[in-house]
């Protein structure tokens, strides 16, 4: 495939994909997704990578989810919302190496999904993080929401979700929504540190130890598919088109006087 969306770099058995769309603060439109795709599936199987990371270019965001420029009611691509979601966090568990989020700067919504979902989450001090689905008239109804509960626990998983803050990656740490913090200055040297520990241990015995964690919550892959096409007739709303809109015109949305409460 020809990246244009994302950089690809392999060396010493890490393969890096970055998303580089810092104009945009690495939101992903559906190319994007495609493209990171079919990375995941290039380095998961590749005998020579023992692990992946994945990042996002600039100092500014790891990735802020999908790209509201790009969405008008429905996305232009393939999968259930115009986004191949489904497909993208699927392969993320799927390859059978752990794959490592190195966080800078923002991971909001679709991104803070992304950056949950990889086995392990390492943060810079300045990361942040945070869901803004409700704000702009949209939900991540499966991974999102119920595998964060698993890792959050319900309450904290409900309070992210309902009241769309944003936290520190020392709030993200303490919750647990991540693995490690450590000084803008030092992330990539953690990371690589990260990489050689797991570099030394049985690529087998990984593959298994990820193949049971998944077990455990794999059903929510069934519980993101329904959620998903409800998705996709909600955006079909004059509630969630407000929310579009709104985000694109920088107001508040006015989501109340748009459906029959």
């Not at 966090?89 to 989020?101: N, Y």
Request: glycine share 12%; net charge neutral.
């Amino acid at each position: 495939m020809d990246y244009q969306d994302i950089l690809y770099h392999e060396i010493e058995g890490v393969a890096t994909i970055t998303i580089n769309r810092p104009e945009n603060y690495n939101a992903f439109r559906a190319r994007t997704c495609d493209e990171l795709i079919h990375a995941f599936d290039r380095a998961g199987w590749n005998r020579g990578i023992g692990v992946i990371v994945l990042t996002g270019a600039g100092e500014k965001a790891f990735c802020t989810g999908g790209d509201q420029s790009s969405h008008n009611g429905a996305y232009d691509g393939r999968g259930i919302i115009g986004l191949p979601l489904e497909a993208l966090q699927g392969v993320i568990r799927a390859v059978p190496k752990p794959v490592i989020a190195k966080v800078r700067g923002f991971a909001i919504g679709g991104g803070n999904v992304l950056a949950l979902l990889c086995d392990l989450t390492i943060a810079a001090q300045s990361a942040v993080f945070g869901q803004v689905g409700p704000k702009v008239g949209s939900v991540d109804p499966g991974f999102g929401t119920a595998f964060m509960a698993r890792v959050l626990g319900e309450k904290k998983a409900r309070e992210v979700w309902y009241l769309c803050r944003r936290y520190s990656a020392a709030q993200a740490l303490e919750m647990g929504m991540i693995n490690r913090v450590v000084p803008d200055d030092r992330l990539d040297g953690e990371v690589a540190q990260w990489c050689n520990e797991i570099l030394a241990n049985s690529p087998t015995a990984l593959a298994l130890a990820k193949s049971s964690f998944n077990a455990d919550t794999q059903h929510i892959a069934g519980l993101s598919n329904l959620g998903l096409h409800a998705v996709s007739l909600f955006y079909e709303t004059a509630e969630s088109k407000e929310g579009v809109a709104a985000f694109k015109e920088k107001r508040k949305p006015r989501f109340r006087g748009t459906r029959r409460d």
